[in-house]
Structure formats: C-alpha cells, structure tokens
C-alpha cells in the first residue's frame, strides 16, 4: 500500500504541477506561491482582521509581494488551532496538543501583530478599533475572522459540562472540548445505546464533519462489539444530508449500509443534560429524542463585530451575517478595498480551510496587482474539499465547486466517491502538513 500511495501521488504531482510533496503536504493542490511572484513598492497600509488559517497565510504572502507595505494583524487570541484535526482528537487518535500552535509560530517578520481583537469596523472611515481602543486607519482591509459557534442558541446546553458523565460532545469548540468529547464517545461505545448525531441549520464551517463524527462513532461500536443492540440517528437540519447532490446520494447509501437512522428537518433547539434528551424543531412541531451520547454542533454566525459593521449582506444569511463579497474575486461589493477570506465569506460554497488555500491567491491578485496600477484577474471557484471518513482508515475525498461539479486533484488516480485508504491518508497525514505549508505562504 505505501509503494502504490508513494507512486500515485508523486504521478499526480508531476503531472498537474501540485506543489506540498516535499513537506508531505497532498490533500488540497497548491497556487503559485506568493514568493515566487514579482515583488510590488508601495505605502500602503494593510489591516487583517484575524491570525488563523486566512489571517497568516495572507499575512505570509503579501509580506513576500510588497515593499514598504505596512501590514497589521488584529487577532487577540495567542493560541493558533489546527481545525480540520478535531475530528482526529474527538476520535482518540491524535493528543488535544495535535492541533495546538502558536500564532507567533506563523506570523512573519515584517508585520505588526496587535494582540487584540478588533471591537468596531468603520468602512466608511476606513478605520478598525480594537478592544483595548486602538485605532488601525487602513487603506486596505482583509477580514478573515472566522465565524462563531452560537452555543447559547441552544438551549440548556452547557459546554463546561460535556463528557463522559453527560454523554455530550462538541468537538467543534477546541481541541480540550475534542479531547472530552472523545472520552465521551469512547465511555459510550465501550456499552453501546442510542448515539445522536446532528448539524445546525445555519452555514458552517466543514459541512462534511458532523457526518465524519457519526461514522467514526459507528465504527467504533462495531470493533468494539457493541453497534448490534446500539442505535444511531443523524438528524438532518434539511430534506438532504449533503449540499453536493452527487455526494448526498453516497452519504444517503452509506448511512443506509451502516444501518444509521436518518430524520429529515429537525433543528436542534435544547438539550437537557441532565435527562440526556434533545428537542427539535421539526415540520410537526417539537420533538424529543433521546440519546446515551450525543455530539453537539451549534449554529455558526459571523462574529458580532462584523454583523455591526455594515460589510454583511443586507438580504442574504441576515441571521448569520457573511460579508458581501463578489464570489469571484472575494472583493466586498460596497467597499472595494475591503476583501474576505475564509470562513467569513458570503459565498455560496467554500467554508473549509481547503477552500482558504484557493481564496489565498486570489485576494494577493487583486489587491498586489491594484497596488501595481493593473486590474487583478484571479477568480474563485467556490472550490471546497472535505475528506470525508467513513471509518478509520478510510475516507473519501470529495472536492466540489460553485456548481456542484467534482473537481478531483487526482483525477483517475484518487476516486472521488470511494472510500480508499489514500483519502485517509491525505486527511490523517498530510493535510496538516499541506495546512502548515498554506500558513506559511508556500502553498
Ligand atoms: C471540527 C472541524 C473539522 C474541520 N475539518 C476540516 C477539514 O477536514 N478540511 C478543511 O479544509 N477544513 C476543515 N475545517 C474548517 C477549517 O478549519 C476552517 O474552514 C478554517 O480554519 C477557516 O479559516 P479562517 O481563517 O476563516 O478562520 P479561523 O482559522 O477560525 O481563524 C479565525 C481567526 O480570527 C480571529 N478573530 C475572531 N474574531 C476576531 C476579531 N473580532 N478581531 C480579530 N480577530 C478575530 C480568531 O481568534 C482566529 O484566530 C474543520 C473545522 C472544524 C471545526
């Protein structure tokens, strides 16, 4: 297996040009990277709003294109996670430290990092306060501050109580919540029972990852020997379990292979921890469920600060707040010198840190190239990637676009909607190494 792997990828990236072998790195392919482009003088001064996936590869690659730019990143948390290994910890594979990092490990030299959040956006003074009262004039924004997990929208949860004792999860909040989320899953598969799985009705953040968690979590049962007398529901915020129709009817023939109960239209709205019952909202009315362990996902929502400052669509996700940008050229549709990356985008597609690599390139076009007198032509096209696992030690590797269509990175050689021991490989092994070459501006 190890020849064909070594042999299959190292084809791939000669053939279509993927940059990341050397640092191991193969799930999503590579742009060019930012310091091997023509380098741009300006005065121009540059704020990015967040340190995480977006924030430090924009940071890594306009550093490289720009002369005399002065560059600021606004981001108070110090701590830097590796999101996409969540679902590695949340499943006992890998220690809560796998996903823990530095921001200062990541920003480069030739930036000022201001080690506060930013409390207030003005577009229209192109001026961004911080909480400690900073205030950062720019010419140029970046917002690329994630979303928010909404956790008090549901009722009666408490994440400070999730754990073996509750039969709760949340491994979407850190890497310590994934750690006691696997405890949890762990002490509940040891006996087996009724495991509850569910996604917010919201956008969020790696659609594929509720999905991932309940099939691990079947898995688990099964080599353990306590899935026969145990029962699984995933309930679905929609009539589907997938936004991609060619990947629903996978994960629809999967959930049915593995014997996984599905309800259509529920919505979380309270858990009781204590009883261990959720309630949903569904088409006729509230209703119960009761569970020995469930994994819990909360709605997702631009920070406040952004909701407040006017970049949000008026008429779209106005209970979640994205920003306005053009989903081509991620340039905000009101205030041009404002673009986003990353999770905070009000695009149809593309909430993934696999998405991130390809709105990278396309932000450094327009602004270096408008900072050079030209007209940028770099265009997203919503490419978004998830290796979605349907056991340990195998997985999926769907990549889609804006109009659904697959877009495999190694066509004929890594099938999209088979389960291969390749795929896992790319999410167990290399994505990391491929995410840190991104923070890096090499990828
Ligand atoms: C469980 C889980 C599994 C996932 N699996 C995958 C996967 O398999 N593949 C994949 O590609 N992606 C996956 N993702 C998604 C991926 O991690 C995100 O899409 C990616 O991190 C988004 O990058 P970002 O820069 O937009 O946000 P983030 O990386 O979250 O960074 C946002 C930064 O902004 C900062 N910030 C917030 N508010 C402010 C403010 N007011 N002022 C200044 N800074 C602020 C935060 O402190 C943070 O540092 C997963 C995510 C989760 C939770």
Redesign the pocket.
């Given at each position: 297996m190890t020849r064909l792997t070594d042999i299959s990828l190292a084809g791939a990236a000669s053939r279509r040009g993927f940059l990341g072998l050397a640092a191991g790195g193969l799930?999503?392919a590579a742009a060019t990277p930012a310091a091997q482009a023509e380098r741009v003088r300006t005065r121009a001064k540059i704020v990015i709003?967040?340190?995480?996936?977006?924030?430090?590869?924009i940071a890594n690659r306009l550093v490289e294109r720009l002369d005399g730019a002065e560059i600021t990143v606004?981001?108070?948390?110090t701590?830097?996670?590796?999101?996409?290994?969540?679902?590695l910890i949340?499943a006992g594979l890998r220690p809560g430290s796998y996903a823990k990092s530095q921001?200062s490990d990541w920003l480069p030299s030739g930036v000022t990092w201001v080690q506060?959040?930013?409390?207030e956006i003005d577009p229209e003074a192109q001026r961004v306060t911080?909480?400690g009262g900073q205030r950062l004039d720019y010419d140029y924004l970046i917002v690329?501050?994630?979303?928010?997990?909404d956790w008090d929208a549901v009722e009666g949860f408490d994440l400070d109580r999730i754990g073996p004792e509750t039969g709760t999860g949340a491994?979407?909040a850190s890497p310590e919540h994934?750690v006691k989320t696997w405890q949890a899953m762990d002490a509940f598969t040891d006996r087996g029972g009724h495991a509850l799985f569910s996604r917010p009705a919201t956008e969020m953040?790696?659609a594929?990852?509720p999905i991932?968690?309940c099939f691990l979590t079947d898995d688990y049962l099964r080599r353990k020997g306590t899935r026969e007398g145990s029962h699984i529901t995933y309930a679905a915020h929609s009539g589907i379990l997938f936004g991609v129709p060619v990947i629903n009817e996978k994960v629809v023939i999967i959930m049915r292979r593995q014997d996984i109960e599905v309800c259509h239209h529920h919505v979380l709205q309270s858990v009781d921890m204590d009883r261990k019952l959720a309630t949903f909202n569904t088409q006729d009315g509230p209703t119960d469920i009761e569970y020995d362990f469930f994994n819990v996902?909360p709605p997702q929502r631009a920070?406040?600060?952004?909701r407040d400052s006017g970049l949000s669509w008026a008429d779209r996700w106005t209970d979640q707040g994205w920003i306005e940008v053009d989903m081509g050229t991620l340039r905000h549709a009101r205030y041009p010198n404002v673009f986003g990356?990353?999770?905070?985008?009000g695009v149809p597609k593309g909430?993934?840190?696999?998405?991130?690599?390809w709105h990278l390139p396309v932000v450094e076009d327009h602004l270096v190239s408008e900072l050079a007198g030209r007209e940028g032509t770099a265009i997203y096209n919503g490419y978004?990637?998830?290796?979605l696992i349907t056991r340990v030690g195998r997985a999926m590797l769907v990549e889609f676009d804006y109009q659904d269509n697959l877009t495999p990175s190694f066509p004929g050689i890594v099938a999209p909607l088979e389960e291969l021991w390749i795929s896992w490989l790319m999410?167990e092994v290399a994505?990391k190494a491929t995410?840190n070459a991104m923070l890096r501006g090499r990828a």
């Open positions: 799930a999503f709003l967040g340190a995480g996936a977006g924030g430090a590869s606004v981001d108070g948390k701590e830097h996670w590796y999101q996409p290994g969540f679902t949340a921001n506060e959040h930013a409390a911080t909480t690329s501050t994630g979303l928010v997990l491994h979407y994934a953040k790696c594929g990852a991932k968690y996902i920070p406040q600060v952004v990356i990353g999770d905070i985008n909430k993934t840190a696999a998405s991130v690599k978004t990637s998830c290796p999410k994505l995410y």
